[in-house]
Nanobody
């Protein structure tokens, strides 16, 4: 199993970025997926999750209305569209795949089994 994030970078406050997570080595279309982030000196936290078919999503309150999770099962890829970025969004962003197939999109780290290496997002002027 491999999860590879891309799309991070430096952006000004109010700007946008689109993160991607390319999955391989498992049946991507059968598993819920999630995005998490970890800022320096802080614990890893939930950002957003999406069901295996893409019909159900789950967001942290701090990102609702600004970040949008989606997936393309034909491309084995999950996305995180990030708009109206704030300095507090600065973190390393990780994608993860659920432990069980066809599970609901969860918020707890323990519900996820495989993780990517992370991509840095820095929001600064």
């Amino acid at each position: 199993v491999q999860l590879v994030e891309s799309g991070g970078g430096l952006v000004q406050p109010g700007g946008s970025l689109r993160l991607s997570c390319l999955a391989s080595g498992f049946t991507f279309s059968s598993y819920a997926m999630g995005w998490f982030r970890q800022a320096p000196g802080k614990e890893r936290e939930f950002v957003a999750a999406i069901s295996w078919g893409g019909s159900t999503t789950n967001y942290a309150d701090s990102v609702k209305g600004r970040l949008t999770i989606s997936r393309d099962n034909a491309k084995n890829t999950m996305y995180l569209q990030m708009n109206s970025l704030k300095s507090e969004d600065t973190a390393v962003y990780y994608c993860a795949s659920a432990v069980q197939s066809h599970a609901l999109p969860a918020r707890r780290i323990a519900e996820y089994k495989y993780w990517g290496q992370g991509t840095q997002v820095t929001v600064s002027s």
